[in-house]
């Protein structure tokens, strides 16, 4: 065990498939171990080695466990360790390919997240989940409606409003449809309840942390979404700038380049769905307060609300006949590349009147 410089370990619930390798790649032990002789065999290992694994379900504990015994551990993932799979997929080659992939230096490694980082993703995922149900309930509830001539419009405010004014008068709905749609209520209107609940800690949990407060200073940044930019990685300083933020949340353009002619594509949609979803929100709700003039406006010469350099930067966009669809593209890119900024460190607070937006990305 004193040559192992390089430890390939194939995660699973129950077993470990771990392969030895020395620094000049070559293996020289293939084992198969649970988890209680796993961690009896790390007490053999020096603490030169190197443990790699795929960022998967349970990686970042098992990550926590081995820093904890102060041993060097690369997350790796799993669109990187695939190439490196040699002919037949068994959990020794996947072992190996794992080491292999742990060896290359030009290969990023997903930082090891705190339990407190978890516990918020935790947090965002329920919340996911529920508002994910509760558009499944409003939209059956609205078809099985609409059999009875109740035409509902899409919005779950619409609906809201209908159920709390309409509903219960409705001469349309019968006893026994009633009984449906009755129970279909309860259950969205528990689903609104634990929504309401967990939204509450993610603001509780903004308010508490100096990281995440500073980020609600940004334009259409909420508690939600600033919470959500906190756990995108464990350490922001692993991306060089603010581009490469952006782009571990799918935000640039793809490439398709040969010849040495360049040419871009649509955005990559690569990285974390739910934070990319967050920030296109964000940056909708940019554009209508952009859009927003007063009651002294008139068709000729309108009079807007906001005129912070954010507010003129989107209207000098929209003026191009630039669809709004990447409109909001850019302005959630803007948005990434200014979190990255807040998140490590360099700025305490956003301030929308700089003279140059650039500075800020």
């Not at 498939?17 to 020395?22: G, I, L, Q, Y």
């Not at 006949?321 to 959630?332: D, G, Q, T």
Request: net charge positive; proline share 3%; charged share 20%.
């Amino acid at each position: 065990m004193e040559n192992v410089t390089t430890v390939g370990v194939d995660l699973s619930k129950n077993l470990m498939h771990t392969v030895f390798m020395t620094s000049d790649s070559k293996i020289i032990k293939r084992k198969k171990y649970n988890t209680n002789s796993f961690a009896d065999m790390i007490k053999e290992l020096p603490q030169k080695a190197t443990i790699c694994a795929e960022a998967c379900a349970g990686a970042h504990y098992f990550g926590r466990l081995l820093q904890s015994s102060n041993f060097k551990v690369k997350l790796i993932h799993p669109v990187y360790v695939i190439p490196f799979v040699q002919r037949n997929k068994n959990d020794y080659n996947d072992a190996t390919a794992i080491a292999e992939a742990g060896c290359r230096k030009n290969i990023k490694n997903v930082p090891v997240k705190s339990e407190c980082i978890q516990s918020v993703q935790a947090l965002h995922t329920a919340r996911s989940k529920m508002v994910s149900m509760r558009t499944q309930l409003i939209n059956s509830m609205r078809g099985t409606l609409l059999e009875f001539g109740v035409r509902i419009p899409q919005t779950t405010s619409s609906f809201m409003r209908y159920i709390n004014k309409h509903y219960d008068t409705d001469e349309k709905i019968n006893h026994i449809t009633r009984v449906a749609i009755d129970a279909l209520i309860r259950v969205l209107s528990e689903l609104e309840e634990n929504i309401t609940k967990i939204e509450k800690e993610l603001s509780k949990i903004a308010k508490n942390n100096s990281t995440t407060e500073r980020l609600t200073t940004i334009p259409g940044i909420g508690c939600i979404t600033a919470t959500a930019l906190f756990t995108v990685s464990g350490n922001p300083n692993v991306f060089k700038n603010g581009r490469n933020f952006s782009s571990n949340l799918g935000l640039t353009p793809r490439q398709n380049t040969t010849g040495d002619k360049p040419v871009l594509l649509g955005i990559s949609k690569k990285g974390n769905t739910y934070v990319r979803q967050l920030l296109t929100l964000c940056a909708r709700t940019l554009i209508i307060k952009a859009n927003k003039t007063t009651a002294l406006s008139t068709a000729k010469t309108p009079v807007y609300k906001s005129n912070d350099k954010m507010s003129l930067w989107i209207r000098k966009l929209l003026a191009k006949n630039i669809h709004s669809n990447k409109v909001c593209i850019a302005i959630a890119n803007k948005l990434a590349r200014i979190s990255y900024r807040i998140l490590i460190g360099n700025r305490t607070v956003f301030d929308a009147n700089l003279s140059n937006g650039s500075n800020l990305m």
